[in-house]
């Protein structure tokens, strides 16, 4: 088969792999689809939700009960397919008994344990394997599991709405709102797909903020909510905040101990973990690149921002963040308060250097997405 007639069935695939955002985590979001030796699509699937079934398997699934045979049909798969018992069973070893001649995949699994392995059984089986189409675009679907397979930490997004003047709220704190509600309900989008959302102690305090999603069209329960972050290093996070929702996993990241308040979160809760700071300087304070490596045990692949301007610095200053998302409002502010506080620098050429990824108008509000320049050179 000419590499060109590739194309479009991958094309297809990764659409399908787009509808497992938000529904996969921590899985990868994988799309399958099944085409037969004429050409046509016989089936088509993407991940489902943590232990149910994969891409290859809602596509088999739906190639049957479309009622088509799947021997000699070709696996178009936008991830390399699992050879290993996990949660579920090998999708390779199910696409092997149902007889596909050929597998097209668009990159291997990061995971540097099972990577290739797939590819292995399927040529030891006889079916023949190609790599390479919409690789990039997988990998960028799915940057956070790439992340936390390879840097073992999630893909950190700041979030930021902002005046056109970089103010993300008044002297006095108001802050509600500065851009429109449709662009509000496009960053609640955004963090539906992270696996948790990150606050600091302050924003709990100012807004009393509930960080869930709410604002798209999609049916969320508390079990499936991203999990929520919070740095907290006293121990502060009032009892009565908007932020405890039964059964959302909520982490509360502390620097000092108090037993009895963690007590009381814990009857509510939260799980609360202490990383106190070692390096000079940070005594009192939360380690964030421990905390963000605890994340990643916790299987977090994506962690989505919304913080005030000190937590916001001191991300970027420690050079944890990876994208910035931010919003734009048509309008100035004049004085107020920054969008992160960091440096003063002592020359330009200690600027934070940056990528733009995308832009585009959202409701009169412009959204840009820039990621920190070399950040997924991983």
């Not at 799309?31 to 149910?52: A, M, Y």
């Not at 995971?111 to 390479?132: D, H, K």
């Not at 930490?153 to 056109?164: E, G």
């Amino acid at each position: 088969m000419n590499a060109g007639d590739d194309v479009l069935p991958m094309r297809r695939a990764l659409d399908q792999a787009v509808h497992a955002l938000g529904l996969s985590d921590p899985n990868p979001r994988v799309g399958c689809v099944l085409v037969n030796s004429l050409g046509d699509e016989i089936g088509k699937g993407h991940t489902q939700r943590i232990g149910g079934p994969h891409a290859e398997i809602m596509a088999l699934r739906d190639a049957q009960a479309r009622g088509h045979m799947t021997p000699g049909a070709t696996a178009y798969v936008t991830l390399e397919p699992c050879s290993h018992f996990g949660r579920t069973g090998p999708c390779c070893d199910a696409l092997i008994a149902a007889g596909v001649r050929r597998v097209v995949a668009s990159i291997s699994d990061p995971n540097p344990q099972v990577g290739g392995r797939g590819f292995a059984r399927f040529r030891a089986a006889g079916i023949e394997v190609e790599v390479g189409p919409g690789a990039d675009e997988s990998r960028e679907l799915n940057i956070g599991f790439f992340s936390r397979m390879l840097r073992q930490t999630p893909w950190v997004r700041l979030k930021m709405a902002a005046s056109l003047d970089g103010k993300t709220a008044l002297n006095n704190g108001a802050s509600q709102w500065i851009t429109s509600e449709l662009a509000r309900a496009d960053g609640h989008a955004w963090r539906a797909r992270a696996g948790a959302i990150l606050t600091g102690i302050g924003t709990v305090l100012d807004d009393n903020p509930r960080l869930d999603v709410r604002l798209v069209n999609q049916q969320r329960d508390a079990r499936t909510q991203p999990a929520l972050v919070v740095v907290d290093s006293r121990l502060e996070t009032p009892l009565d905040a908007n932020l405890f929702i039964t059964g959302r996993p909520l982490y509360i990241y502390a620097a000092a101990r108090n037993a009895e308040k963690e007590a009381a979160l814990a009857a509510r809760g939260a799980t609360v973990v202490y990383l106190p700071g070692r390096a000079p300087g940070t005594e009192g304070k939360v380690d964030l690149k421990a905390m963000l490596a605890d994340l990643a045990r916790h299987e977090v692949n994506e962690l989505h921002v919304e913080a005030g301007h000190k937590l916001n610095g001191s991300l970027l200053r420690e050079g944890l963040v990876d994208d910035l998302l931010v919003y734009l409002a048509p309008k100035m502010l004049g004085q107020g308060r920054d969008m992160a506080m960091f440096g003063p620098l002592t020359g330009l050429d200690k600027a934070i250097q940056l990528e733009f990824k995308s832009s585009a108008t959202i409701g009169p509000d412009m959204r840009i997405v820039a990621r920190i320049a070399g950040r997924d050179r991983f």
